[in-house]
């Protein structure tokens, strides 16, 4: 998040508060993820990226079944794609990179979904 302090990135405006709440030791990206899942794709290959994210929206729409959450990691697959040293610790096979990332693992929280309400009225004309 450092790299992008007084830079024309378009996240650069979130970057200081981020740092800030890490610096507090609060995790405001993954907020304690027990897992972050990575989809790779050959390099050179425009469309891959769109496969990448098919397969994470499998994932993501399957887990809760698991009993699994998920959520999308929008900062991390953006610095997976340009910074080195997170680039290094994945330890992608050669030929390949990054190319979303998504968070997952038990829920804190329980969701009940959608409140019950009457069944709507309709009438054709």
Not at 49 to 71: K, Q, R, S, Y
Not at 93 to 120: D, E, N, V
Request: charged share 15%; glycine share 8%.
């Amino acid at each position: 998040m450092e790299n992008l302090l007084n830079t024309a990135h378009p996240m650069s405006g979130y970057v200081p508060m981020l740092i800030s709440a890490w610096e507090q030791g609060n995790d405001v990206i993954c907020r304690g993820a027990s897992h972050l899942l990575f989809a790779h794709i050959p390099e050179g290959n425009p469309v891959a990226v769109v496969d990448a994210i098919i397969a994470l929206t499998h994932f993501d729409v399957a887990a809760p079944a698991f009993g699994i959450g998920t959520c999308w990691a929008g900062f991390v697959a953006a610095a997976a794609t340009s910074y080195e040293p997170l680039q290094k610790e994945l330890d992608l096979p050669a030929g390949r990179k990054s190319a979303y990332a998504m968070m997952f693992g038990h829920p804190q929280y329980k969701i009940y979904g959608i409140p019950l309400r009457k069944p709507l009225e309709v009438m054709w004309q």
